[in-house]
């Protein structure tokens, strides 16, 4: 099956460059890789172009930069990565045949968070327990999924915040998710940038809230006034 790999970026000049070289293999074994611009007012665009099949621009807001790039891809699979998360070694491999082995349609890796701090470390843990037990998958985590149960599942709600848990809840209809033990490696930066316990808090709260019904509009505000 073909895959398609699908990079929403906004600002990210400093970690597409190597997130996109990263995946240089995976695209000469037949990878689609498309980066979705929402709008950088830095180099993003341009580095993007010398590593990727496609830079696209749609409007600003993860989810819909997504949906976009879905819309655009030619994949069979398509696998939704964050612009500073490097897959692991044979990723391509361990989707395709993961979800032919498993027969499911959906799934997400284990994550290992870059950088200095050691909560990190039981940060990332207690990510990959939580998935498992719960079925339900981050942005974080790298999603991938078939086509067909992409558009089924009705794709990213665009919401401004937790698109990729309300996603997964719909995703879930279908059947569990594939949990890759392999682990992607993502950047620890707005942990350590914002404080790592002040981020763990802030987190948990805001997606208390969502559960209990709260707008993601006004999740979203909070999220970003907490983080100034």
């Known amino acids: 099956m073909s895959l398609s790999i699908i990079v929403p970026a906004l600002n990210e000049a400093g970690h597409i460059a190597a997130t996109l070289d990263s995946l240089q293999p995976l695209r000469r074994r037949g990878a689609e890789i498309l980066v979705i611009d929402g709008g ?3 180099d993003t665009p341009a580095l993007a172009g010398a590593f990727a099949d496609r830079v696209l621009s749609a409007e600003r807001g993860r989810a819909r930069q997504m949906n976009a790039g879905a819309a655009a891809a030619r994949g069979e699979i398509l696998c939704f990565l964050h612009a500073d998360t490097r ?3 044979g990723a391509d491999g361990l989707m395709i045949d993961g979800l032919a082995r498993s027969r499911r349609s959906w799934g997400r890796f284990d994550v290992r968070i870059e950088g200095r701090h050691p909560l990190l470390r ?3 843990w207690m990510m990959n327990r939580r998935s498992r037990l719960t079925g339900i998958a981050t942005g974080d985590q790298a999603m991938f999924m078939t086509r067909s149960l992409f558009e089924a599942a009705g794709r990213f709600p ?3 915040l937790m698109e990729d848990i309300a996603f997964s809840k719909q ?3 279908y059947g569990a998710p594939l ?3 392999h682990p992607l490696i993502t ?3 707005r942990w350590e940038q914002h404080g790592v316990w002040r981020t763990i808090v802030l ?3 805001l997606r208390l809230a969502y559960w209990l019904g709260a707008d993601p509009d006004r999740l979203a505000l909070q999220y970003v006034q907490k983080k100034s």
């Open 40 to 42: 950088s007012s830095d």
């Open 87 to 89: 897959l692991p070694e």
């Open 122 to 124: 039981v940060i990332a």
């Open 158 to 160: 665009e919401i401004a």
């Open 171 to 173: 995703l879930k209809i």
């Open 179 to 181: 949990c890759i033990a």
């Open 187 to 189: 950047s620890g930066r």
């Open 203 to 205: 987190m948990w709260r």
